[in-house]
């Protein structure tokens, strides 16, 4: 006979079918509504992992240079030998056409580092787009229960414990949904973003994308 326990609803955590493996920040929704538009050769299921070799970086930018990324060039395999080949041309022609991609950012996604896949995303999002991603600042457990403590012994009203027990599991909840490692990293100004799309434009008129 079947038991007779109450069935815990299954909450769904994903964002149009992609899915942040435990511990890691969750891309966007903006940004990846917006990957999915460009109708890449593959889907994000991982963001670590399927942007590590950098063939899915070189896929969204030849959306945008159609004529100066040849994908032929790139390598869409594990080996950390074409990895780091296929990192460089993206960079080669950031550097040619003057996008800011910070090498932090690369040399963080190539290596698997936290949280700097879905902050380069993020940093192309913003770049290609003109638009800001929203972020949250996060505080760590040990900063939020020193402050807690501290109000607690200057009399703060309700039930400190209870505060405490709050603030965690806000902390928690916020910690799985942004960026802790490259938070703090500074995307491509206004001026920079605005300056690359109008030579995009230039190139649409001149019939060059």
Known sequence: ???????EKKVDTTVFGYESPPDMPVLNRDVF???QSLDLSQSIRNVRRDTANGFLVAQIFSRYFPSEVQLHSYANVTSTANKRDNWIQIQKLCAKQGISLPAD?????LLGVHGAAVALLEHLYELFTGKKVQRVKVISDADAQ????????EGAGGNFGDQVDAFKTI???TR???NLEFGHVSTSEA??????RKRMAMLQNQGGL
Do not use: Y
């Open 191 to 196: 001026g920079d973003a605005l300056a690359v």
């Open 171 to 173: 902390s928690s909840n």
């Open 33 to 35: 509504k917006w990957i």
């Open 1 to 7: 006979m079947l038991g007779t326990a109450r069935r």
């Open 105 to 109: 950012l690369v040399d963080g996604t």
């Open 176 to 178: 799985a949904a942004v």
């Open 146 to 153: 020193a402050a807690l403590l501290a109000a607690g012994r």
